[in-house]
C-alpha cells in the first residue's frame, strides 16, 4: 500500500510533465470539466510509464506483473466526469463516443445498457493485425461518465489487475462496475 502511495505521489508531481497524447475520441472535454463537481483525469503517456514501473518491485508478484504489462503499453488515458444532477450531458454525447469506435480496427466485445437503473456500459477492443492492440471503456450513469483508454498490446486478463493503479479503474463483476478510486478510496 505504501509504495502505490508513493507510486501516486510521484504521477502527481510529474503530471505538469505529460505531453497531451491522441485519445480514440476527438472532443473538448472542457466542456464537461467546467460542468462537473469531480474531475478525474489521468494521462499517462510512454515516458511516464516508463518511469512509473521503475517504483515496481521485482520480488512483489502484483507489482512485478503490473512493472510487466505497463513496459508494452504506449499510454494509460482516464476522463471522469461526475455532476450534481442528471442531463448535464446526453445520450448524443455517449453516442458520439461509440461512434468514434469504428469497425475494421475497433469492435465492441461488451454492452450493458440498463433503462431502469440508468446505465449504460461498453468496452471495445482495438485488433491490428489480428493483435489486440488497445481497450476502450464508456461507462455512463445519470450523473456521471467516465471513458478510460489503454493503449498498447492488451492482454485482458493481465489488464485487469492493473485496477486501481496508474489510473486504471477497477472493474467488478459482470456488471461492470466501475471505481475510478475518489474520494474515500482505501488504496
Request: charged share 25%; proline share 3%; hydrophobic share 40%.
Amino acid at each position: 500500500m505504501k509504495m502505490l502511495a508513493r507510486i501516486g505521489l510521484m504521477l502527481l508531481l510529474c503530471a505538469p510533465l505529460l505531453n497531451a497524447q491522441e485519445l480514440p475520441w476527438k472532443l473538448n472535454f472542457d466542456k464537461y470539466a467546467n460542468e462537473a463537481t469531480e474531475t478525474v483525469d489521468v494521462t499517462l503517456d510512454k515516458n511516464m510509464l516508463n518511469l512509473a514501473k521503475n517504483f515496481l518491485s521485482d520480488k512483489d508478484a502484483d507489482q512485478r506483473q503490473a512493472k510487466e504489462i505497463v513496459s508494452q503499453l504506449n499510454g494509460i488515458y482516464v476522463r471522469s466526469y461526475e455532476f450534481d444532477k442528471p442531463g448535464m450531458y446526453s445520450d448524443a454525447d455517449i453516442e458520439s463516443f461509440r461512434a468514434q469506435l469504428k469497425a475494421p480496427e475497433w469492435n465492441r466485445i461488451v454492452g450493458v445498457r440498463s433503462k431502469r437503473g440508468g446505465e449504460n456500459d461498453f468496452v471495445y477492443v482495438r485488433q491490428v493485425n489480428g493483435k489486440m492492440t488497445g481497450l476502450a471503456v464508456i461507462a455512463a450513469e445519470a450523473r456521471e461518465f467516465t471513458l478510460v483508454y489503454i493503449d498498447g498490446p492488451i492482454d485482458l486478463a493481465k489488464i485487469s489487475s492493473l485496477g486501481g493503479q496508474f489510473g486504471v479503474p477497477r472493474f467488478y463483476g459482470s456488471n461492470l462496475k466501475i471505481d475510478v478510486g475518489k474520494k474515500g478510496d482505501k488504496e
